[in-house]
């Protein structure tokens, strides 16, 4: 498995997540309870939240949307948070890290190791043997 450096750049794509989340919790229905953000290649960041239902989407899937619907087409990083995690920041579900492999291959994922400090690894080692 490969680590990158975390960065002062991902530190701050961290907050921009949260900032999202904590604008749109619904403390009520414990509704938006997942923020994400992506950083493109050329510096331009999106985020979103999850959408609770019957057929809910996780925020990765409507921030990578947001994204893919301004135009974007090349991803460098990624990152959920959810306010009761340890850094604040979890790992994609399954469903999330095939639509990362399938749509960037080579984007590069924050979050907390087994002894919760922060790394970033790429998704192809979140997903090892995907057909891509």
């Given amino acids: 498995m490969t680590f ?13 997540a949260l900032s999202k989340l904590e604008s749109n919790f619904d403390s009520e229905k414990y509704n938006h309870t997942v923020g994400a953000a992506i950083k493109c290649i050329n510096g331009n960041i999106y985020s979103g939240v999850n959408c609770d239902g019957i ?11 947001i994204a ?5 087409r090349e991803f ?20 999330c890290r095939q ?4 749509y960037c291959p080579d984007i590069k994922v924050i979050l907390n190791d087994y002894d919760n400090n922060l790394v970033k690894v790429g998704i192809k080692d979140l997903l090892p043997f995907a057909c891509l």
């Fill in 4 to 16: 990158y450096e975390i960065t002062e750049e991902d530190r701050e794509l961290i907050e921009t």
């Fill in 99 to 102: 639509l990362l492999i399938e």
């Fill in 68 to 72: 893919i619907s301004a135009g974007e």
């Fill in 76 to 95: 460098d990083t990624i990152v959920a948070v959810h306010k009761d995690f340890p850094n604040k920041v979890i790992a994609p579900c399954g469903n």
């Fill in 55 to 65: 057929h809910g989407s996780c925020a990765e899937y409507i921030t990578m949307g």
